[in-house]
């Protein structure tokens, strides 16, 4: 698929036009979201309730069950169509998606699951936890 370049207006059959994404800031589900659970979050030894599968681990922020991405086996949106449970984490980009709103979110509600999640994966606080300790 042929998009139009940026260079002079000349078409470039290659070239891939990419665009940012823009999380909500507010979703009337982020009520959904629970406290994160005694023992943290394991992002390493993540693997789907469903398939086993470690690719693409998403965590429902509601009952912190692990499931897979609609890219791998779609464990994840199965999930929340038996449950109603639509706000999930990625343990992949730690970002959060609402599936009933069909968009990323981004709120500060979501830091404390965020910041579990980048601690079991980098071992340091998540950098928004760094910020509102210092501001």
Request: charged letters at 15%; aromatic letters at 6%; a negative charge.
């Amino acid at each position: 698929m042929a998009q139009e370049s940026s260079l002079n207006g000349h078409r470039n059959e290659d070239q891939v036009v990419l665009f940012p994404v823009v999380p909500l800031l507010e979703c009337p589900h982020l009520e959904q979201v629970e406290p994160v659970p005694e023992q943290g979050l394991n992002v390493h030894e993540a693997r789907c309730a469903n398939c086993n599968s470690a690719n693409e681990p998403w965590c429902c922020l509601n009952c912190y069950t692990v499931t897979c991405s609609r890219h791998v086996n779609g464990h994840a949106i199965n999930h929340f169509e038996q449950t109603l449970h639509c706000m999930t984490l990625s343990f992949s980009d730690l970002s959060v998606w609402c599936y009933a709103c069909n968009a990323y979110i981004h709120n500060p509600i979501l830091i404390p699951a965020k910041d579990a999640a980048h601690r079991s994966k980098f071992g340091i606080p998540h950098p928004e936890v760094e910020l509102q300790r210092d501001g």
